[in-house]
């Protein structure tokens, strides 16, 4: 979905921002995390060299996640007219 990753490192650089950290926003690492991002970001960064970019690791199997989810579970609330 727009923007692209070219889009927006160029976006950043219009608004004066001097470095940018990258969240690939998925659970799991996998072939778009571990290639295709790297790829398309090392690219689109090399167009800006005053942008200092750092690219972040996936959610994947973070040990807070688990505590996390038991969180939600624990907070779930009945549907209505669940009786």
Same mark, same amino acid.
């Not at 960064?45 to 750092?54: M, Y």
């Given at each position: 979905?727009?923007?692209?990753?070219?889009?927006?490192? &160029? #976006?950043?650089?219009?608004? *004066?921002? !001097?470095?940018?950290?990258?969240? @690939?926003?998925?659970?799991? $690492? +996998?072939?778009?995390?571990?290639?295709?991002?790297?790829?398309?970001?090392?690219? &689109? #960064?090399?167009?800006?060299? *005053?942008? !200092?970019?750092?690219?972040?690791? @996936?959610?994947?199997?973070? $040990? +807070?996640?688990?505590?996390?989810?038991?969180?939600?579970?624990?907070?779930?609330?009945?549907?209505?007219?669940?009786?």
């Amino acid at each position: 979905a727009p923007p692209g990753i070219d889009e927006g490192l &160029a #976006a950043l650089v219009a608004d *004066g921002v !001097r470095e940018a950290v990258v969240y @690939p926003h998925f659970l799991a $690492p +996998g072939r778009h995390s571990r290639d295709d991002i790297p790829e398309r970001l090392a690219r &689109a #960064a090399a167009a800006h060299p *005053g942008l !200092r970019v750092r690219l972040a690791e @996936p959610l994947g199997t973070h $040990p +807070g996640l688990l505590d996390i989810m038991l969180d939600r579970i624990a907070a779930a609330k009945p549907l209505p007219g669940d009786g």
